[in-house]
């Protein structure tokens, strides 16, 4: 499949307009930016937004993106994308995009780098556990893409602009669009009535939109950036061949699809006050969904251990926790690691951290985990409990070539 390239129509266009400076301008300006707190204007050599960027990537829990599954849980393998890979991933490509928009790019790097920083341990499957289990004892729901701006505008009271958490709330790049368009937000008033829907109304936290064309340029991003390193990584664990997959006009490489993607936004959006596809590319995209969910997700090789293993350690996680909370135990480590901690930072706050409904600094704990920390922590509260996780080594497949006699491992044939 070869590379889509803009046509020589625009790209002349987009050429005489920027050294005319003449094209149209549908960005977010500095200017624009609306903060909770001292909303002045920013100086010259850090703009607000590039503010925004900064607090982020300095904020406690950007580190943890790095142990949190991005698809494939329990697998050693440094090839397949992690968290922190795919915010970064999301960020280049929106960027890519932006530039050639006349976006705002340090808008679009905020909200990109920033829009996974709520997720749960354990990808997508970690999220509907916490939501299963915040569910039945609250009534409300949990989406990640609302926590995360809960973890940069209330954990961590980092006075973030609305665009930029407005951006992160509508990220979700599970649900594609034929057109993106901003949809009007002017106050945290506003924005906080959003939200509370969310936790709410059931489906809620989809319908939720940026309010600027950088924040929906990163929600595309995000679908562009793990629809083919999806695949990518499913092939890297042998878990599925490329040949599988239907042809289409988007390519069948991870390069080729982005590339492709990203070529007919440019070309369909430029100038206008909206981000789109044309009709045979925005198809393609919803086929290669549905087959990254029937091929990968559905049957990635994991889930199995999550559902009997993971998602019982987690809700026994969750009760522990929650009992320790409300008997106020000292010693527990959702006090010691994670109350105090969030204390212990230096931003301003009206009210100290972990006063409020029990459920909720539970679920700020367990979404705030990475793996690893996850299965530690079970082992630490519950030392004899007979659930056990075990990760697919770097050398699973030799193991199996040496073969097993009686369930032992032989060592001495040649591998």
């Not at 924040?215 to 991003?221: A, L």
């Amino acid at each position: 499949m070869a590379k889509e390239q803009l046509s020589n129509e625009l790209s002349a266009r987009m050429e005489q307009e920027k050294n005319a400076r003449s094209f149209a301008d549908h960005s977010c300006h500095d200017t624009s930016a609306i903060r909770r707190h001292h909303n002045k204007p920013a100086p010259v050599w850090r703009p607000n937004f590039a503010k925004d960027i900064d607090r982020i990537l300095y904020s406690p829990y950007y580190n943890r993106y790095t142990d949190k599954t991005q698809v494939f849980s329990l697998t050693k393998n440094d090839d397949i994308t992690r968290r922190s890979l795919h915010v970064q991933l999301v960020s280049r490509i929106a960027r890519t995009i932006g530039r050639a928009l006349n976006l705002n790019l340090d808008l679009i790097e905020a909200i990109a780098l920033g829009h996974d920083i709520g997720h749960t341990p354990f990808a997508h499957c970690g999220e509907v556990y916490l939501n299963e289990l915040y569910n039945s004892h609250t009534g409300r729901f949990f989406n990640h893409n609302i926590h995360s701006a809960r973890v940069l505008d209330k954990i961590f009271p980092l006075n973030l602009t609305l665009q930029t958490l407005s951006g992160i709330a509508g990220h979700n790049g599970e649900i594609e669009l034929a057109e993106y368009h901003p949809v009007p937000l002017k106050s945290f008033e506003e924005f906080e009535a959003e939200l509370e829907k969310a936790y709410t109304i059931k489906g809620y936290a989809n319908k939720i939109q940026p309010n600027t064309l950088e924040g929906n340029v990163v929600r595309i991003s995000d679908i562009i950036a793990y629809l083919g390193k999806d695949r990518q990584d499913a092939a890297s664990i042998k878990m599925v061949d490329n040949r599988q997959f239907s042809d289409s006009i988007i390519g069948g490489i991870n390069s080729e699809i982005i590339n492709n993607l990203v070529v007919n936004i440019i070309e369909n959006s430029y100038g206008h006050p909206y981000i789109k596809m044309d009709a045979e590319h925005f198809q393609a995209v919803q086929t290669f969904k549905k087959e990254n969910y029937a091929m990968i997700y559905a049957t990635e090789p994991g889930r199995p251990i999550l559902n009997r293993v993971v998602k019982p350690m987690m809700q026994e996680i969750y009760e522990q926790l929650l009992e320790d909370l409300i008997q106020d135990k000292q010693s527990s480590p959702i006090l010691l690691h994670h109350v105090d901690y969030v204390n212990q930072t230096s931003y301003p706050r009206e009210v100290r951290y972990g006063k409020g409904e029990p459920n909720q600094i539970v679920v700020d704990y367990i979404a705030s985990m990475t793996d690893d920390y996850l299965i530690d922590l079970h082992r630490y509260l519950f030392p004899n409990s007979n659930y056990y996780v075990e990760y697919t080594g770097y050398f699973g497949d030799l193991y199996e070539q040496r073969g097993r006699i009686s369930g032992q491992l032989t060592w001495d044939e040649p591998v």
